[in-house]
């Protein structure tokens, strides 16, 4: 199907996935975003967007409350924004049953380019963000003198000749439904995949053109009606990765190389896996130019059992909000948690080299301390933004300032004495504290007279002490 004037088409549809729980306390949302590029001609990528909804509790199910999803497609040059919609979603729309997930599909053809989307989960009664995922990509040309492929799409199913052409998913003669939670587990045990080829027969006949069609079905006809040799296959390897790059299931087969384009499904049950991120790959070798090209996906295996306990660390991982959390705002949360972080985290932090090994980071960083402290992540974040809203410095977030850093750490003070500039003396702030050490002084300076209070001398252990600074501390106090 065709999208023309870079008009974006929106299908908005109820799929089953069978992921966990359904439910609609809209605190426990959870939203997945993906996305997979096709060739659409031979300047121009064909996007499918894909999003699922979810949520992680049961008890509120007989109180749905509807969300609202914002989308926004932007080129990231310039910031513009391209496509825009809103979508409306209610869990309990379906005639009064048990609220399930819902699901969207969103089409769009884009010329070469960079470009963002980004998509906000807004709780509709009292219109705060829920969530937000965002994620930069970018569109090029397909390369006509070697095979190439399409992104790697991972599937939650795919039915084979379909006869619903009018199906939001249906593409090339099939259904392919994809799975954007990148989540296999006991109850959806078979992960399937979806992939396309193209100029697969351009190094045997570099004159052929490739078709400017992206029709019903994506495989052509063979270019010529001659048996291909051995020479004329292209091999294709699919394999199953663990996280240290050991193989665990592997898929390896010939094509012909007659076809300008092929499509490539394939499925692995993974019952037998273990829990944890997993790598898919899929690699299309070409014998005769001796190279080759490959795609590569992760995703999460669940297969704890019920009987097991629920604090299974893999299973509150997928659960949490780290799981999809764009690595930006993972960067953004650790450095704002520098304040409790040991030296040996930073240093292993800062040689993480993948999203996903900081997303399990910043998980495991905030469990380990929220088994003594249950809600420390939850009232640390909170500080950090009332610091950002009242604490701020000249061109300093507020976190980040010695104000925000006390308040973070210390909490709201118990008294607060404030003296603005008077008989040459400089501004400040005197933060006190009943309840630590007796009654703990902090004592902030604003020198320059621009707001930008720093912290000068302190009672508290550990902070730092000036005595020439003990009239303001202890004398304007009394």
């Known amino acids: 199907m065709k999208v023309k004037n870079m008009t974006i088409i929106v299908y908005l549809l109820i799929i089953s996935f069978p992921l966990f729980s359904q439910h609609l306390d809209t605190d426990d949302i959870r939203m997945y975003l993906d996305y997979a590029r096709f060739r659409y001609d031979d300047n121009n990528t064909y996007l499918e967007i894909y999003y699922l909804l979810y949520n992680l509790d049961k008890s509120n199910a007989d109180k749905p409350e509807p969300v609202q999803l914002d989308f926004e497609l932007s080129k990231a040059e310039s ?24 699901g969207s599909l969103i089409k ?8 963002n989307m980004n998509m906000v989960c807004i709780n509709k009664s009292n219109n ?12 090029a040309p397909f390369k006509k003198d070697q095979v190439s492929l399409s992104d790697l799409e ?14 939001p998913y249906f593409k090339n003669t099939m259904e392919v439904f994809p799975n954007p939670t990148h989540i296999y587990g006991p109850e959806n045990s078979n992960l399937y995949y979806y992939i396309e080829l193209y100029n697969v027969n351009s190094s045997l006949h570099k004159n052929q053109n490739l078709t400017n069609d992206k029709s019903n079905t994506l495989i052509s006809e063979p270019v010529n009606k001659t048996s291909a040799s051995r020479s004329d296959k292209l091999n294709i390897q699919v394999a199953i990765k663990d996280d240290e790059g050991n193989i665990y299931e592997q898929k390896q087969y010939q094509r012909s190389r007659n076809y300008e384009s092929l499509v490539e499904k ?21 014998p005769q130019a001796e190279y080759s090209v490959f795609r590569l996906n992760k995703f999460y ?32 949360r650790f450095a704002q948690a520098r304040y409790i972080s040991s030296q040996k985290e930073e240093e292993v932090y800062s040689q993480l080299g993948s999203v996903d090994s900081k997303r399990m980071f910043m998980f495991k960083f905030w469990r380990e301390r929220e088994l003594e402290n249950p809600g420390l992540q939850k009232e640390y974040y909170s500080r950090v933004k009332y610091a950002n809203n009242h604490l701020e410095g000249p061109g300093e977030k507020g976190w980040g300032t010695d104000r925000g850093r006390v308040y973070i750490v210390y909490g709201e003070p118990s008294e607060t004495i404030r003296r603005t500039s008077s008989s040459g003396d400089e501004p400040f702030e005197i933060w006190i504290y009943h309840g630590l050490e007796g009654g703990g002084r902090f004592l902030f300076v604003d020198e320059l007279g621009n707001d930008d209070y720093e912290l000068v001398s302190s009672t508290v252990r550990g902070e730092i002490y000036d005595p020439t600074w003990d009239e303001y501390l202890h004398i304007l106090v009394e």
């Open 301 to 332: 295996v669940f297969n704890q059992q019920p009987q097991k306990s629920r604090s299974d660390l893999i299973s509150l991982f997928t659960q949490s909000a780290y799981f999809n959390m764009a690595e930006e705002k993972v960067d953004k």
């Open 108 to 115: 769009t053809v884009l010329p070469p380019g960079k470009y």
């Open 128 to 139: 705060q963000a829920i969530d937000t995922l965002s994620y930069d990509f970018k569109t």
């Open 154 to 167: 991972l599937c939650a199913n795919i039915l084979e000749d379909s006869p619903r052409k009018n199906a």
């Open 79 to 102: 910031d513009s924004i391209i496509a825009a919609k809103t979508i409306e979603v209610d869990f309990n729309e379906n005639g009064g049953e048990d609220p399930v997930s819902r």
């Open 266 to 286: 394939g499925r692995f049950n993974i019952s037998d896996l273990e829990d944890g991120l997993y790598t898919l790959m899929f690699a299309a070798v070409d």
